[in-house]
C-alpha cells in the first residue's frame, strides 16, 4: 500500500496533462533544461570552460539569412 503501481503513476500523469496540457508541459521541460546546462556552464572551472573568440560582434560575419539595410532621411523639396 506505500508504494505507487504504475497504474497509480499513469493516472496521476493524465491528470496532471489535463490541468497543465502538453504545451504548458513542454515549455517547463524546455526551461528546466535550460535552467540545469546553465547551471553546469556554472560550476566548471576556467581549465574545463572551451576558449571563446576574441573577436568583437561588428568583426562577426551574419549569416545568409540577414539582410543588412541602410535608413536615409527623407527630406522635403
Do not use: Y
Request: proline share 5%; glycine share 10%; net charge positive.
Amino acid at each position: 500500500m506505500g508504494s505507487l503501481s504504475i497504474w497509480h503513476w499513469l493516472i496521476l500523469l493524465v491528470v496532471v496533462m489535463l490541468v497543465f496540457g502538453t504545451k504548458k508541459l513542454g515549455n517547463i521541460g524546455s526551461d528546466l533544461g535550460k535552467a540545469v546546462k546553465g547551471f553546469k556552464d556554472g560550476i566548471k572551472t576556467e581549465d574545463e570552460k572551451p576558449a571563446t573568440p576574441a573577436t568583437p560582434a561588428a568583426a562577426q560575419v551574419p549569416d545568409k539569412t540577414t539582410i543588412d539595410v541602410e535608413a536615409k532621411e527623407k527630406t522635403r523639396n
